[in-house]
């Protein structure tokens, strides 16, 4: 059902923007009034990546007043299959102003504050009471979590959507209104267990479904217009074409917004998720590695005194591999099938993309018993920028 809007009605529309907005006034949901909510309204966009691009196209073509964008990331060439905001020239430079560039370009009348910082508990609370909404295009899962608290603390809706390979989800957290994040997701998956877009791929174009989806939600909720997907969980398969809906609701021992609510301050979201910093990741950092340039002399002078793993899928190793890898799927070492594949005292280099799974695999196979082995430091990546250059990355 309709709610009232989020912003309040800001001055008189410029002869220009009454030009600028026209089809917008046409709209009797929307109108003069709507419009001059839409340009009085702070939103923040976490993210200048495949969720952020087209979001922060449309808001500022729909006249959003004030965007700030939170990103602490450069534009790379793989970027640019999916997002939109940025260019070939943008290769390199920070992604917070490339797209405020962007923005500018598409509606000079827009605000845009770059916050080139990485959002983290020691500043995720003073950076959003600035706004009065949040758009969420995080693409990790610590980030998700800090949001969702950040937001029910300060006491704001954010817009969340969430893309990997073919799927999308999108829906409306927003703490006393409806149910949060946490209320339906109250805990991570296991580390690893989800592959980054990095790892699995995304379809380009879903990135523009799901944003699309998200900047509507984003000026619903400003203007007060229409039936906020609060309490609703939306489920886009791209191959199939079609839109599911889930009904979500508040959970009332959520830990966040539940009746006795427990988390009144925001926790280190990295160690909640399992990721760097914890236990696990400080034994990976006490395991033998050997460099990229290492490598290329071990193959150069004795290739056949070692054995080199990939434990890459083969859509990745498709991209790019190291000569003389052999395929050796990191679920065989998780389970300790793979140790029968390497002799006793056989010396073992095992690789994957940056050295996170690696490092997993590397971690089983010396569990098993198997000591003469190492992961290459930096992974496949580390490969290509220290040794073949030439090589694409993704």
Not at 21 to 36: A, I
Not at 149 to 165: E, K
Not at 301 to 312: I, K, T
Not at 320 to 338: D, H, K, M, N, Y
Request: charged content about 20%; some cysteine.
């Amino acid at each position: 059902m309709a709610r009232p809007p989020l912003v309040d009605v800001g001055p008189e529309l410029s002869t220009s923007q009454v030009e600028r907005y026209s089809r917008h006034l046409l709209l009797p949901e929307v109108g003069r009034e709507g419009q001059r909510r839409l340009a009085n309204a702070r939103v923040l966009v976490v993210g200048a990546g495949g969720l952020g691009s087209p979001t922060l196209l449309y808001l500022a073509a729909a006249g959003v007043g004030t965007l700030g964008v939170v990103d602490a990331d450069v534009v790379e060439e793989s970027n640019l299959q999916r997002q939109i905001i940025h260019g070939q020239s943008d290769i390199g430079r920070s992604k917070v102003r490339s797209a405020a560039e962007s923005v500018h370009e598409v509606n000079p009348h827009v605000q845009v504050i770059e916050h080139e910082l990485r959002l983290d508990s020691s500043n995720a609370l003073e950076l959003l009471r600035g706004y009065d909404l949040v758009v969420d295009g995080a693409d990790n899962f610590a980030t998700r979590y800090l949001v969702d608290d950040a937001c029910a603390l300060v006491g704001i809706p954010h817009v969340w959507g969430s893309i990997f390979r073919f799927q999308g989800q999108v829906s409306v957290w927003w703490a006393g209104e409806g149910p949060c994040y946490r209320c339906v997701f109250p805990t991570p998956p296991p580390p690893g267990s989800v592959p980054s877009c990095a790892e699995g791929g995304v379809l380009g174009v879903l990135c523009a479904a799901v944003a699309a989806v998200q900047a509507a939600e984003a000026i619903k909720l400003v203007v007060g217009m229409g039936d906020p997907v609060v309490g609703r969980l939306l489920l886009h398969d791209a191959l199939s074409q079609r839109w599911d809906t889930l009904q979500v609701e508040r959970n009332p021992d959520c830990p966040l917004c539940g009746d006795y609510p427990t988390i009144t301050e925001l926790i280190d979201y990295e160690q909640f998720c399992g990721l760097p910093g914890t236990q696990e990741d400080d034994v990976h950092a006490m395991l033998p590695t050997v460099t990229a340039p290492e490598l290329a002399q071990m193959l150069r002078e004795r290739p056949d005194s070692f054995r080199l793993v990939d434990v890459r899928g083969e859509d990745e190793r498709s991209i790019v591999s190291i000569p003389g890898a052999e395929p050796v799927p990191l679920e065989e070492f998780v389970s300790g099938r793979a140790a029968a594949r390497f002799e006793e005292g056989e010396e073992v280099v095992i690789h994957c993309k940056v050295g996170g799974r690696s490092a997993t695999a590397l971690q089983a196979l010396i569990a098993g018993g198997h000591t003469n082995a190492r992961h290459l430091e930096g992974g496949v990546l580390a490969w290509v920028r220290d040794v073949d250059p030439s090589l694409p990355t993704y």
